[in-house]
C-alpha cells in the first residue's frame, strides 16, 4: 500500500473547482514566467513562446524564432524617460541564442547568437539595469543587448543557476561549487562593467540544483544529494546545514519505511522557496518545512507524492502547493499541533536521598523547552487532478487563480468555483440591466 497520503472527495479547503485548458504547444511545457498581474508567458521544448491571459485564458501571442527547445526565461521590466512602463522577457535556447520580445506587441526586439554553448539560465539585476547569461560562461549585458563583460570559461559544466546576492554579487551554481561573482562598474565615463571571481564554496558533496534567496541577509543552497545549505549573503559563509531530510530517526514523528538504499533522486534537493522565517525544499518525493531560526526540520511529508516533486511554493496564507512528476498538484496547511500536557518529573527512591536533584533542574528545562516549542505537521487539503503527465512548475494569481503546466504539452488555469460563479452572476445581471429586461427600482 502506498505511503502517500490521499484525500476524499469533500475538499472543502480547495478553491479550484474549476479549470480552463489552454492548448498550443507540441511538446513539454517547462516554464512560466509572470509578466504583470493578469499575463504570463510559457516556454519548453517545442521552442514556442506563448503569452496569455491569467483571467480568460486567452492566448495573446504565439512567439517564434527560437529552432531548439528553450532552457531559460525571464521577465525584464522597464521605465523609460515618460515614466512608462515596458514589459519585455528574455529567452534563451538549446540553438544558443538568447532573443528579447516585447511583450505589448509581440515582436522580437534583438537577437544575440554569439554564444559558445547553451545559456541554462538567465538572472535580471534590475537595480544595475543589466542582465547575467550563464552557460560555459558568465556575460553581462546591458538593456541593448551590448556584451559588457565577460568570466573565462569555467568549466564543461557551466553555470546551471544564478542568484542576485547584495553589494554588486552574484552566486553561481557551477557542478558542486558556489562561485561567487562581483559586478564592477569601470572608473571612466563608460557604460563599462568589470565580473571579478572573488570567492569559491565548495562544501556541497554533490551538485547543486537549487538556490533561493531569503532575505538581504541570507540564502540557501540544496545538492542532489540532499544537502541543504543556509548561507550568509554578505561575507558567504556557511550559517547552518541539513542533511538527515529522508532519516526517519531524525523525524520520530514520521512512519519509517524500509529501504535497502536510498536511489539519488529520492533525496534531491529539486526546488526551493523561502519566507522570512522558513524555507521550504522540494525532496524527493517530500516536501520539508526547514525554520532558519531554529535551523531544523519542523514540520514534513516524506510521501508528499507518488514521484519527485519539482516545483514548491508558499502561499501568502499557511497554505503550500507542490507538484510533481506523477502529475498531480497538491494543497497543503501548514498547522500547530495540540500538544499534550508533558508528564510531571517520577519522584522516587533516589531523588529522596537527593541523587536526582541535578537531574530535577535539567528536566525541567526539558519540560519548559517542550511547552514553549510548537509542533507543526503539513496537513493534505486539495488535491488538483487534471494533468496526464509530470507537472513541471506553477504560478500563483491570487485570486486569479493558479497555472500549471505539464509534460502533456498543456497548461491549465484553475480557477476559484464560488469567485467565478460570481463574476457570470454579476455580467449577466449588468447585461440584462443594459437591455432594459431588469427593471431596477
Known sequence: KSSVQTIGEEQIQNPYTELL????????????????????????????IFLWNAQTGEKLFELHGHTHKITAIAPFSSTDVSEEKTHLILTASADRTVIVWDCTSGRQLQK?????????????????DVWLSGGSDLCVWNRKLDLLCKTSHLTDAGISALLELPKNCVAAAVGKELIIFR???????????????VKRLVDHQDNILSLVSVNDLTFVTGSHVGELIVWDALDWTKQASECNFWDSSVHPDVQPEIKLSQSPNETSVQHLTSDEECVFAAVGKGIYVYNLQMKRVIACQRAAHDSSVLHIEKLPNRQLISCSEDGSVRIWELREKQQLPAEP?????????????ANKQANQTAKKMQENTPVYFLELVGDLIGHSSAVQ????????????CSADHLIILWKDGERESRLRSLTLFQKLAQNGDLQLK
Request: charged fraction near 20%.
Open 112 to 128: 544575440v547568437s554569439c554564444f559558445h554553448s547553451t545559456v541554462k539560465c538567465l538572472t535580471v539585476l534590475q537595480r544595475l
Open 183 to 197: 559586478l564592477i562598474a569601470s572608473n571612466d565615463e563608460s557604460e563599462g562593467w568589470n565580473v571579478l571571481e
Open 393 to 404: 512548475m506553477f504560478l500563483y494569481f491570487g485570486e486569479l487563480g493558479l497555472a500549471t
Open 345 to 357: 518529573v517520577p519522584t522516587g527512591f533516589f531523588s529522596m536521598w537527593g541523587f536526582g536533584r
Open 21 to 48: 485548458v489552454l492548448k498550443g504547444h507540441q511538446d513539454i511545457v517547462r516554464f512560466l514566467v509572470q509578466i504583470d498581474d493578469c499575463r504570463f508567458a510559457s516556454a519548453g521544448d517545442d521552442g514556442i
